[in-house]
T-cell receptor
Framework: DADVTQTPRNRITKTGKRIMLECSQT?????MYWYRQDPGLGLRLIYY???????NKGEISDGYSVSRQAQAKFSLSLESAIPNQTALYFC??????????????FGPGTRLTVL | QKEVEQNSGPLSVPEGAIASLNCTYS??????FFWYRQYSGKSPELIMS????GDKEDGRFTAQLNKASQYVSLLIRDSQPSDSATYLC??????????FGTGTRLQVFP
């Protein structure tokens, strides 16, 4: 089945460590997104990419970096993790066709805890 | 004004009742509107898309769009305890990204 997968699903790490979260998709979508979700704050966009040569900052990109290794892979890195980056992280994909914005499809999420 | 606004709830309805969830948005040029359901600790799941004024029905779900008033709503008929979740409204910002509301938590009690 066409799908969006994320690894790892859960991660506990310590302050100052480098962490990479990975996202892969088999939907054939060009657009990929990284969000974080915190209680009461909703989904906030970290970075998004429209193809392997296109990377865009979202509303909360500080402290994060991304890599689009291929159309199907989009990784999020925390270079030096801090406790307030503890959150639920989601990858999503979408497609733009016919000039109309289409829905996003989400991966299962990664629960990250920074001690 | 936030770009997408929802009442955080919780909205409590008895089993079998109609649950009505509302969302207002600020961009008059928006053409697409989406409703996602999110269970606690899980990822958002798309349940409805609507692109034109009026109603769109899919099973027990009906999305209603009123572009003149800039609101979109989701009705859930014959609510079930399994419908208990947070419902997120999402509206595109241009052609690049979606703006999500903070969600309305729905509780359906037996």
């Amino acid at each position: 089945d066409a799908d969006v997968t994320q690894t790892p699903r859960n991660r506990i790490t310590k302050t100052g460590k480098r962490i990479m979260l990975e996202c892969s998709q088999t939907k054939g979508h060009d657009r990929m997104y990284w969000y974080r979700q915190d209680p009461g704050l909703g989904l906030r966009l970290i970075y998004y990419s429209f193809d392997v040569k296109d990377i865009n900052k979202g509303e909360i990109s500080d402290g994060y970096s991304v890599s689009r290794q291929a159309q199907a892979k989009f990784s999020l890195s925390l270079e030096s993790a801090i406790p307030n980056q503890t959150a639920l992280y989601f990858c999503a994909t979408s497609d733009l066709s016919g000039g109309t914005y289409n829905e996003q499809f989400f991966g299962p999420g990664t629960r990250l805890t920074v001690l | 004004q936030k770009e997408v606004e929802q009442n955080s709830g919780p909205l409590s309805v008895p089993e079998g009742a109609i649950a009505s969830l509302n969302c207002t948005y600020s961009d008059r040029g928006s053409q697409s509107f989406f409703w996602y359901r999110q269970y606690s600790g899980k990822s958002p799941e798309l349940i409805m898309s609507i692109y034109s004024n009026g109603d769109k029905e899919d099973g027990r779900f009906t999305a209603q769009l009123n572009k003149a008033s800039q609101y979109v709503s989701l009705l859930i008929r014959d609510s079930q305890p399994s419908d208990s979740a947070t419902y997120l409204c999402a509206v595109p910002l241009g052609t690049d990204k979606l703006i999500f509301g903070t969600g309305t938590r729905l509780q359906v009690f037996p």
